[in-house]
């Protein structure tokens, strides 16, 4: 079977690295000459617009994605040619901040209050009604903290509008949040779904630093569940998803959703029974899905701007190295390691020795998360 | 780091596997256009005494094998320029079978009564001394069974001297076994050594069908570990290696050792914390090892000339595919499946639906080797 993927990165690299075990065969298109997941299928260099590219996704046996921000119209084109898993439709959905808060909220999900900032008179009112400090974000193409400012006072608000007030925009409120957390789930095209346990998330500067199928108490996971099974039913998704979460009390709100594999369940590689990249290949594929269940308990911790030297960290017992093979560049994601015990009690005790991989802030934070032990 | 690999059959593919990861690059050398590791490194189809290949090997960081019958000459032409691990001498130690056994004795390893026959008067005396059944083998270049015959008769003699006499060869008393296992090691250039759980293992015809991390009687484990040390350190071992051997009562009897990654190990991969694959490719790189503890209980079924069509068995929960990509062809080693479960219980009452997948004989020894779960 042969699986054609829009883009080229890392999310690309892990899923050709767990569909080539299965005999599946790669057809991988990125205008980016070094993209890392090149060497691990047939790599076509052009542009996803590209005919010569399509006419080559359009021979596989499905196409799928390692990014949200494909072209909907490409997307609509390539799906009448060949299963495009998730649809352009799902995809679509995830792209603007807004129609995605606006689903959310349609669906009955708790999220932050939001706005529709238009204009820069749009921006005061959102502000006033919202209050401060409040998040001014792009409603289209923004990842990893890109695109969007906080907002705490009026010189903020001149600052954002200057920066960002050429693209449509959304604020949305500051949420006070004991933790993040978000739910990674599976679908099939016959409606069979799963959900990996939730991942606790630790972000800094918009980025994803830290992540792991930590503890949480106990009623939160069957919300989570039920969250992502709303959203994934009404887009009648097919693959994998990550609804982001952010967990006050018992309650839970939805932030945003990625409609592909995710890096904040990265950790079910070595973790789980069976990792998100192989269930995101089963689903578009139409084969059964694996088991979701934890295997012991794990944290991730990413690597961004460059890798560090590896030799001294393969010296813990169950740390997982994965570097991307991708050139050093600041604020770049280039590579993650995840550290994988047993059980709670023992990856406790492995996890300050990751101190010099991550800060002492989020050591302690991981620390504080494992509990007792 | 790049690694090169004379041989590109599943064993390169399934180091590649583990080496992509970690940001290792390969260079894998084959006579074969469709081996099938080819599509996970540079692949540079070639005779392995070529030198436009060994130029290349040459260039890459270390050099190791898939396959134990390289060359010596071609090796160690090899190991001038760049390190090649394990070295020369340690294939050229498991590449014939009557020096593979003197070494056996001279370490002191009990192994099955064996002669060396250069005549047919050799072959006679051989079998007068150690007495029918025996079984007479090619010294060299036998794998899966290949240029193997039993002996139980004058006839099988004639037969054997007719069919093998042009060869080397060596007599082998048949040994009366509890069991069949066999001891996975790695070790550093610096001597670090680990071992995994034993294998148990079952062959019909001379191909390993089925092993697996399972259950052995206490004292056993300790003592193929004190085997495998000795023999590595006095080959000064650099790598993963495989000692096979036959239990009966507290007795163990070596039978042969692979220098390389070995397919009585493949249930690593989900069934350890580090896999054969990877520390193999730790140690060669001079990486620090990973830890061998297993994760729960695996057993793995080979698939032998055809694979069958995976969409029944993915649905068993812990089950891994493997699909070399190879094409179908009688006898050969196509792909396998490892069914992984939290413990030996869990993995007892998964294992009967192997059936379709496992002969009946096999499903009952396994049943059996998993004991009261």
């Known amino acids: 079977m042969k699986v054609g993927i829009l883009g080229g990165g890392q999310l690309a690299r892990m899923l050709a690295l767990a569909g080539v075990p299965m005999g599946l065969e790669f057809v991988i298109v990125d205008p980016k000459p070094d993209a890392c997941a090149a060497g691990l299928g047939r790599f076509v260099q052009a542009d996803y617009t590209d005919a010569g ?191 982001e979460l952010f967990a006050h009390g018992d309650r839970l709100l939805a932030n945003e959703f990625a409609p592909r594999v995710h890096n904040s369940a990265h950790w079910t590689i070595e973790g789980a029974v069976c990792s998100q990249f192989e269930n995101h290949l089963r689903a578009v594929c139409g084969l059964p899905l694996g088991a979701t269940e934890a295997r012991g308990m794990a944290a991730m911790v990413n690597f961004i701007g460059r890798m560090p030297a590896p030799e001294a960290w393969l010296k813990l017992p169950g740390l997982h190295w994965h570097d991307y093979g991708k050139a050093a560049r600041e604020g770049r994601k280039v590579g993650h390691a995840t550290l994988n015990a047993a059980d709670s009690a023992a990856l406790k005790s492995l996890a300050p020795r990751l101190e010099g991989l991550l800060d002492a802030d989020l050591l302690g934070e991981l620390d504080s998360a494992l509990g007792e032990g």
């Not at 009648?236 to 609804?243: A, E, K, M, P, R």
Request: charged fraction near 25%; proline fraction near 2%.
């Open 53 to 243: 590219a399509l006419d080559e996704l359009a021979a596989c046996d499905c196409v799928t994605c390692d990014f949200e921000n494909v072209s909907a119209d490409a997307l609509e084109a390539l799906a009448d040619r060949v299963a495009v898993r998730p649809s352009a439709v799902a995809l679509a959905a995830a792209q603007d901040r807004l129609f995605e808060k606006n689903r959310f909220a349609a669906l009955g999900m708790d999220t932050a209050g939001y706005a529709e900032v238009n204009s820069r008179t749009d921006l005061g009112s959102a502000v006033e009604r919202l209050g401060v400090p409040a998040v001014v974000k792009t409603r289209r193409m923004g990842y990893d903290g890109k695109g969007q400012m906080v907002l705490r006072d009026g010189e903020d608000l001149e600052l954002a509008w200057r920066a960002l007030g050429e693209h449509a925009l959304i604020v949305e409120q500051w949420v006070e949040f004991d933790f993040e957390c978000a739910i990674t789930a599976v679908r099939t095209a016959d409606g069979d779904m799963r959900c990996w346990p939730l991942s606790r998330t630790w972000h800094r500067d918009g980025i994803l630093r830290l992540a792991g199928s930590l503890a949480v108490p106990g009623g939160l996971q069957a919300k989570a569940e039920a969250l992502v099974r709303r959203l994934a039913e009404d887009l009648d998704y097919v693959g994998g998803l990550t609804l």
